[in-house]
């Protein structure tokens, strides 16, 4: 199976995974707010959820989310007032819990559905860690694509036996592919291309590389790995 993504970045054709439905669906958690114009871009004809803080950017863009998931203690309490006024199906919880606003948010997403997520940048690196880690167990449990993007940075989420063609569309200051399980992996359209290279968690050397063709094509052979790009000129915070 294959399924392709258009973002502003540019095209992303991911081939053979398990399984997937119709379309993409959307989700915002509580991590940097991506570019109001980049997530209204991004959202065009998906189906929105969002964890906690995720609500803020929702409402900012004038969407309203399939649901709003978390515990009540980062998004504004005026946005979960606005929420509330506008009957946005909500799942609170108690703030002394062990899952994550986000990991509550995945076990309520539809089954079966690739998943772009967007608010997982920034901030905490252990926030971030745990992002990355929860993501992945469940692209592994569920099958289907995952991609963490906003407008300054992207992460395509890659297992055993799948691969991705990239057409960018705009310019990269770096594309890096990062062992998130000792790995194998080829990668063409690059300065420095790979092929069937074992890539070791404890060695992970294929950051800082460069786009050099029209398409960049990627295959994962074992494990799992993230396929990782950097926006030009984006000013992080």
Known sequence: MEIALSLPQGRFVIKNFEEYGNDFIFAAAGGRK????????????????????GIEICLDAGMKPELLCGDDDSAGKDYLQRAQQQDIKTALFNPAKDDTDLQLLLTMLPQKAPLLITGIWGGRFDHLYS??????AYKQKSGVPVIMADEAEVMVLLTSGESLEFTPQ??????????LTDSKVSISGVRWPLENAQLLQNNPYAVSNEITADVVKVKCHGGCAGFYLKTAGCKLP
């Open 170 to 179: 705009q310019d990269f200051t770096a594309l890096s592919l990062l062992p």
């Open 34 to 53: 991506p570019d109001l114009n980049w997530f209204k871009a991004a959202a065009v004809g998906k189906k929105v959820y969002c964890a906690d803080k």
């Open 131 to 136: 992002n990355v880690f929860s993501l992945l």
